[in-house]
């Protein structure tokens, strides 16, 4: 039992799982300019990890068509407000919406709550669209890793 938990601690359970990925291509839309400096970051991030194509587009309208690969990053108070618990309230919530046959993913909208301003928004728009692009949430135990749960246990560190 020991053995098994030290080699989880330090290996599987931080390999984030991608079980909802179906796209061979994504399309990020910035539909508030405030969230434009931190979505540009978190992009060039993933474009280094994902072998898909992501594009992204600053300066239209935001649709929220649920088109395949879409991924929208809004200023999203209300849907944040819903998560919220006595001793809990996310920074950021990414809704997304799935196949109905495949499972996969189909679109997702980031919604970035008003408290993440005064955290590190760069990380946690990072992270949502990490979501977006299909990945899970890894063990609190892995520290540093994008997608870990906790801010401060997570970093730009994908393993
Ligand atoms: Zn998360």
């Known amino acids: 039992m020991l053995l098994f ?14 079980a909802y990925h179906l796209n061979s291509e994504y399309n990020i839309y910035v539909c508030n300019t405030n969230l434009k400096s931190s979505t ?7 474009r280094n990890i994902v072998p898909e194509r992501i594009n992204i587009h600053t300066s239209i309208n935001c649709s929220y068509e649920k088109n395949l690969g879409s991924i929208y990053v809004l200023n999203g108070e209300e849907e944040v407000k819903k998560k919220e618990t006595d001793d809990f309230l996310p920074y950021a919530v990414t809704v997304s919406t799935r196949d109905f046959f495949t499972k996969g993913f189909l679109s997702s909208e980031v919604h970035v709550g008003a ?31 994008i997608m870990n749960t906790t801010l401060g246990e997570s970093g730009y560190d994908f393993y």
């Open 115 to 145: 408290t993440a301003y005064d955290k590190d928004l760069d990380l946690i728009v990072a992270h949502e669209i990490g979501h977006g692009l299909g990945f899970d949430h890894v063990s609190k135990s892995c520290y540093g890793h």
């Open 5 to 18: 938990f030290i080699a989880s601690a330090f290996g599987g359970e931080c390999n984030s799982k991608r």
């Open 40 to 46: 540009l970051k978190a992009v060039e991030y993933w």
